[in-house]
């Protein structure tokens, strides 16, 4: 078996145009690079950043909803820290896609 069928010969692989690169070339015209259509995909975000974010936008809710019906502010912030405590726990601990 000849090496260069498999790219085993090279360390890094068979030798390729950029992925996102492609030379057309037209008749009677010099070539030109035309930008294939890129797929983009969402950052990795660690766990623990997520469940900080729920945590903080739903405590932060928990508290404005407190003040709003009325519960003195003192109250509400006490309230809103243990929510937050629990939700950033909860989402933390089981808050995650299973592996496919």
């Known amino acids: 078996m000849d090496e260069s069928e498999t790219g085993s010969a090279n360390f890094f ?3 390729r145009a950029a992925p996102f690169l492609t ?3 037209q008749a009677g015209s010099s070539s030109h ?3 294939v259509d ?3 995909r969402a950052p990795s975000i660690d ?3 997520k469940a900080f974010i ?3 936008l739903l ?3 928990i508290w404005a909803g407190l003040l709003a019906v009325g519960v003195s502010k003192g109250t509400a912030l006490i309230l809103a820290l243990l929510s937050f405590g629990g939700i950033f726990l909860f ?3 089981r808050g995650y896609d299973a592996p496919a």
Do not use: C, D, E, S
């Open 13 to 15: 692989g068979p030798v």
């Open 54 to 56: 729920w945590a903080f």
């Open 33 to 35: 690079v035309t930008i």
């Open 91 to 93: 989402v933390r601990l």
């Open 47 to 49: 766990p623990g950043v």
């Open 59 to 61: 405590g932060l809710y």
């Open 23 to 25: 030379k057309q070339r």
């Open 38 to 40: 890129v797929h983009m």
